[in-house]
């Protein structure tokens, strides 16, 4: 981690700051953007935050969200503040092809790049880092990072504690997961104190579906949930019709893979999904089952150890048909 110090210099030295994202930012890409660009703003900087697509619905409550430029929606405005950039933020992703149809922009920028990130195995594009695999949010080091920078905590509004809780909450599986650490706790403590209303952020995140997406739950609970027991897996297989017959929206299949995770016993789930251009693997697991290795080595993918995410070409039933064959090879850790 770089000192206050040096911190503070890199940022008086950017008169033009733009904030990134990974491609269909989730809930703590999009908090650690908005964090810290309300942090940024607050600074007096000239900021902005440039993504490659929309996100799901369930956010779009996060305050500064209108603010937020889609790169496709924009681009010869997005295309001039890159140019113009001092400095660029990298949130949340560790290689530069996780940006989509950023990726070419972003590497030919000559911006100083600043990553803050917790996934394995960053790729080098950076200039500086903050990087911790065991954070258990990027929005968690966005938190370390302008905590570090500020003279008073009170810099840290309740907008900022609102956009950070909710990137903690979501990375966390609403602070269930084994990276929910004691600090992780304190830090959630400190931005209650700052003004994130924790109740509101669960209302607006968790109860907000539509009716449509419920009921394409409930059909995927019924129709797409296929359990391997030998392999102590399941796995959901959802196809173009599902998506549109339930007119499924970015987002709304957001947490479904864990219901396949949830079944007694299982250790590895898939939710494996027909997005028409290519098909998208999510990946999750329990214990030493190395989700990112099997995305990484099979689907083109990577991720964390215990959830990742891939794609494959081909159709859904032979890429389904390649998941199933892949465990063999881990057999040994699935069913112990
Ligand atoms: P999700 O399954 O929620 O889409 O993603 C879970 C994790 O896997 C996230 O940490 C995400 O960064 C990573 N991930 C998802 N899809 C991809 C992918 O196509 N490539 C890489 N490298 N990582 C991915
Ligand atoms: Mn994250």
Redesign the pocket.
């Known amino acids: 981690m770089l000192t206050r110090n040096e911190n503070k210099e890199i940022l008086s030295k950017s008169d033009k700051i733009i904030i990134t994202t990974?491609h269909k930012p989730?809930g703590d890409a999009l908090g650690s953007s908005l964090g810290l660009y309300h942090w940024l703003k607050s600074q007096n900087h000239d900021v902005h935050i440039i993504v490659s697509s929309d996100f799901p619905t369930f956010l779009d409550w996060l305050p500064g969200r209108d603010a937020v430029l889609i790169y496709p929606d924009d681009m010869a405005l997005c295309q001039s503040l890159i140019d113009e950039a001092s400095l660029i933020f990298c949130l949340d992703?560790n290689?530069l092809s996780?940006t989509n149809v950023m990726e070419g922009v972003l590497r030919a920028s000559t911006a100083k790049k600043y990553m803050i990130d917790h996934?394995l195995d960053p790729e080098g594009f950076d200039d500086y880092r903050l990087w911790d695999p065991q954070a258990a949010a990027t929005a968690q080091l966005i938190y370390t990072f302008i905590e570090d920078c500020v003279d008073e905590v009170s810099e840290i509004t309740p907008e900022i504690a609102t956009c950070l809780y909710a990137g903690i909450m979501t990375d966390t599986g609403s602070f269930r997961f084994r990276s929910t650490t004691e600090q992780v706790h304190e830090i959630i403590s400190k931005l209650i104190r700052s003004g994130a209303r924790n109740w509101e952020i669960h209302e607006q995140i968790y109860n907000s579906s539509t009716e449509n997406r419920l009921k394409f739950l409930g059909h995927c609970l019924l129709n797409r949930l296929e359990v391997i027991h030998e392999y102590n897996t399941a796995l959901f297989a959802v196809s173009k019709q599902d998506l549109e017959q339930f007119q499924v929206t970015t987002g709304d299949t957001e947490g479904l893979?864990n219901y396949a995770l949830s079944v007694k016993g299982i250790r590895l789930a898939a939710l494996i999904i027909d997005r028409t251009e290519l098909i998208k693997l999510?990946?999750r697991s329990i214990g030493d089952v190395p989700c990112n290795e099997i995305?990484r080595k099979h689907f083109?993918?990577?991720?964390?150890f215990n959830?990742?995410?891939?794609?494959s070409e081909g159709d859904l039933q032979s890429v389904v048909h390649k998941f199933k064959s892949i465990l063999t090879e881990y057999n040994e850790i699935l069913i112990k």
Request: zero cysteines.
């Open positions: 990974h989730d992703y290689a996780r996934h893979v999510s990946l995305a083109n993918g990577g991720g964390h959830a990742a995410g891939g794609s």
